[in-house]
Nanobody
Framework: QVQLVESGGCLVQAGGSLRLSCAAS????????TGWFRQASGKEREFVAG????????YYADSVKGRFTISRDNAKNTVYLQMNSLKPEDTAVYYC????????????????WGQGTQVTVAS
């Protein structure tokens, strides 16, 4: 199975920017639909952004549209989440995930998960 490792999370001031990375091993991301999820304290894990397996289609939660951008570098076998104009409500543990489906946006549809990286946005 594909192994995923997230990195890039840290403490950042509101209005700042941050880029998260998810490196994969075992398989290339081009053979998986990929997604970023986040889970805030006391909240359920929610979908943030994702790619279809083809990499052509992207999907974003309404709460992050216009602020976050998902991208993929096939040569590095890495997916990224560029986060701009960060808000305190973006504070959460962020996870990347991979699915064998063409399109996946729900946690049960993903078979591989990273361990998560903490993002904290201060007011």
């Amino acid at each position: 199975q594909v192994q995923l490792v997230e990195s890039g999370g840290c403490l950042v001031q509101a209005g700042g920017s941050l880029r998260l990375s998810c490196a994969a091993s075992g398989r290339t991301f081009s053979t998986y639909a990929t997604g970023w999820f986040r889970q805030a304290s006391g909240k359920e894990r929610e979908f943030v952004a994702g790619f279809s397996r083809s990499g052509v289609n992207t999907y974003y939660a309404d709460s992050v549209k216009g602020r976050f951008t998902i991208s993929r570098d096939n040569a590095k076998n890495t997916v990224y989440l560029q986060m701009n104009s960060l808000k305190p409500e973006d504070t959460a543990v962020y996870y990347c995930a991979a699915s064998l489906r063409y399109v996946a946006t729900r946690p049960p549809e993903f078979g591989s998960w990273g361990q998560g990286t903490q993002v904290t946005v201060a007011s």
